[in-house]
């Protein structure tokens, strides 16, 4: 299965999203690099989603940034796994993955192919010492709950600038379990492997693994909007309803601590998930 398409499946399952699109939207605007899947969230802001399957030179991402951030979209980066260094390997990484990895919350997200479904997962730059070599921390396969959006501050000089930025809101994992996972020895983790030449007897196992835990199979949207509320699928009405409440009024823009924008954000996401819930129970 290709990965945007795969891709636009998991990413319409969303409460926020109200479709995907493989092709470009019209636009007279003048592109480094066409996005491979274009997100159209609730509130009316758009995602790029690009997979980089080849490496990008530093100024190539930068232009596509400026361009998205300028026309009020959010960019999210996907690099394809034989792009990116080993687990545990020590090394000074190339300036276009430094900037995408801090374009993303410290992270960088990738993919696997090589079995029955997709999955997504993502590296961590730690520090090593004081020089500019970084240790490399894969971490574990995740489940897309969510896909989010924000403007931020980005500090290498590369890509210095403020920007809008899409993620997938995954945890910090480097600081929690990384230093007890261990990552199937899967070819395509190097940069030198090719990505479609994957010993499967080898590494099929590892994949069920993950595949036959329970968090593996992706929420409903009705879930999602549960999750959303913070509220069990089995909870009452007036359960359902004393969270939408509690919730809206500490995100509501007139009394937020918030900025405007991501406060209206959240309260237009909290409605939607309300009201979907509502009219599914026939409330």
């Not at 361009?67 to 690099?79: E, K, N, P, R």
């Not at 034989?82 to 410290?106: D, R, Y």
Request: aromatic fraction near 10%.
């Amino acid at each position: 299965m290709a990965l945007n398409r795969w891709l636009k499946t998991q990413l319409e399952r969303l409460v926020g999203v109200q479709r995907c699109t493989l092709n470009k939207p019209a636009s007279v605007v003048s592109r480094a690099r066409e996005p491979d899947l274009t997100v159209y969230m609730w509130t009316g802001i758009l995602i790029h989603v690009y997979i980089l399957t080849e490496e990008l030179k530093t100024r190539t991402l930068k232009s596509v940034i400026q361009t998205d951030t300028s026309t009020g979209i959010a960019s999210l980066f996907i690099v394809a796994p034989h792009l990116l260094p080993a687990h545990n390997e020590v090394l000074t990484p190339p300036e276009w993955l430094t900037a995408i990895h801090a374009l993303t919350s410290e992270h960088i997200y990738t993919y696997n192919l090589d079995d029955a479904e997709p999955y997504l997962w993502q590296i961590h730059f730690d520090t090593a010492g004081y020089t500019e070599q970084r240790r490399v921390v894969h971490g574990p396969p995740f489940i897309i709950h969510q896909i989010r959006y924000s403007r931020i501050t980005v500090k290498p000089r590369s890509i210095k600038g403020f920007w809008m930025v899409a993620d997938f809101g995954t945890s910090t994992f480097w600081k929690s379990d990384a230093q007890h996972y261990q990552p199937p020895p899967r070819r395509q983790y190097g940069r030198a492997s090719n990505p479609s030449d994957t010993n499967r007897s080898q590494n099929g196992p590892h994949q069920q693994d993950y595949a036959q835990t329970p968090a593996s199979r992706p929420k409903s949207r009705l879930e999602e909007a549960f999750a959303l509320l913070g509220v069990e699928s089995s909870a009452s009405r007036e359960d359902v309803k004393a969270a939408f409440r509690k919730l809206a009024f500490e995100v509501h823009p007139d009394v937020s601590q918030l900025a405007k924008d991501e406060a209206e954000a959240r309260f237009k996401l909290l409605s939607e998930a309300y009201e979907y819930i509502r009219t599914y129970k026939h409330w």
